[in-house]
């Protein structure tokens, strides 16, 4: 079996496992869990402040996905900084900065690890592979996408359908 079959198989998602977020007004709030959206299909944009591909394609994508879907109540965008090098750049400022510099309206975490590790508990829990990533969780926490490669309009039209 390939591995991009194997990423792409459902499994149960993990919890966030991220202390630091902002809400989609960027105001500091309280830690997000996977259950505060319960019932809801779950879009997490996983990125780096200094990633040049996370700047070029992703963030671009996830705006474009967040606009064409705001009326859909029961999907839910989420965008979590995911540190797994450059933790003196990639930091919690350079993460509200990118949420203001897209101006986008959802909210976002700052993951630069714990638990003695050095790298995002995201990519650890969720096995990414990098930035930009994209996870997409469904409505019953299994995770039904998970990789870098992800075409925008096929998304929508596939996120309309839900």
């Not at 309280?30 to 591909?53: H, I």
């Not at 990519?123 to 870098?148: A, H």
Request: charged fraction near 25%; charge should be negative.
């Amino acid at each position: 079996m390939s591995n991009q079959t194997k990423q792409n198989q459902a499994f149960i998602a993990p919890e966030f496992d991220v202390d630091q977020w902002i809400d989609a007004e960027g105001k500091k709030t309280e830690a997000f869990k996977l259950s505060d959206f319960k019932g809801k299909f779950k879009v997490v944009y996983c990125f780096q402040s200094w990633c040049p591909g996370c700047h070029s394609k992703g963030l671009p994508d996830l705006k474009k996905m967040v606009e064409a879907l705001k009326d859909h109540d029961d999907i839910v965008f989420l965008a979590v900084q995911t540190v797994f090098e450059g933790h003196d750049t990639n930091t919690y400022e350079k993460m509200e900065e990118t949420q203001k510099q897209y101006d986008l309206k959802i909210p976002f975490g700052h993951d630069p690890g714990s638990h003695g590790r050095s790298g995002s508990n995201i990519m650890f829990n969720y096995k990414t592979g990098g930035t930009p990533w994209f996870l997409f969780i469904d409505k019953n926490d299994r995770v039904v996408f998970s990789d870098f490669h992800l075409n925008p309009d096929t998304a929508i039209a596939f996120l309309k359908t839900l």
